[in-house]
């Protein structure tokens, strides 16, 4: 299978787990999402574990159909996941709710229109 083939599935990836970083942090303010806490420290480390999904699907993706597409920032998802994946010390939370609040959103509204419809399943068997 060439690389391209691959691309649908790891697009769907990540909006799979854009999705699920959106409902993650449903209803959750800035200040909820900063506070101490086992609920909280829960949601923070379900939001990275999304967003570390999110930029290795990205990185998945292949270099042609990326090049196609510069309107998604690619360069930069990829970069926040090995920044919370190898230097996971030096995250910001408040700057990871921005991005899960202003960008995560848009990100979706992107990606959707580029993942092919399912194959239509012939009923009559």
Known sequence: MRPEER???????MIQAARAIVEFTDNVTLEKFLAVGRDREMTRLAVERGLEILGEAARRVSSPFRDRHPEIHWKEIIGLRNVLSHQYDMVNYQEIYGIVREQIPELITQLEPLVPPPPQIDDEI
């Open 7 to 13: 691309d649908p599935a790891f697009l769907w990836d």
